[in-house]
């Protein structure tokens, strides 16, 4: 069993920055590939990036690629989301996902978090 608690999420100005965290519980998370989800108002959800458990694979959507890193912290039972060049479209709910599949299959996901909202001003 794994439990997932988003935080960092809040108002920012386009072009500005936000880090995401998400803290996990379970001694099995570094098993866990991980990934962030989002689902803006009146959207459905979107794969945003993923990392597998050893941290030596990452993953991006196009719209995110070259703005947004995803990291993780096997130690700490941490998995992060650095988003820099924040648009107004990126404006959503962001959740964390954990997986022994893969990390970029929305239904493929065995526990979520509860997401943290974006929203970015234009």
């Known amino acids: 069993q794994v439990q997932l608690v988003e935080s960092g999420g809040g108002l920012v100005q386009a072009g500005g920055s936000l880090r995401l965290s998400c803290a996990a519980s379970?001694?099995?998370?570094?098993?866990?590939?991980m990934g962030w989800f989002r689902q803006a108002p009146g959207k459905e959800r979107e794969f945003v990036a993923g990392?597998?458990?050893?941290?030596?694979?990452?993953y991006y959507a196009d719209s995110v690629k070259g703005r947004f890193t995803i990291s993780r912290d096997n130690a700490k039972n941490m998995v992060y989301l650095q988003m820099n060049s924040l648009k107004p479209e990126d404006t959503a709910v962001y959740y964390c996902?954990?997986?022994?599949?893969?990390?970029?299959?929305?239904?493929?996901?065995?526990?979520w978090g509860k997401g943290t909202l974006v929203t970015v001003s234009s």
């Open positions: 379970g001694r099995t998370f570094s098993r866990y590939g």
């Open positions: 996902a954990a997986t022994l599949g893969s990390v970029t299959r929305e239904m493929g996901m065995d526990y």
């Open positions: 990392i597998s458990w050893s941290g030596s694979s990452t």
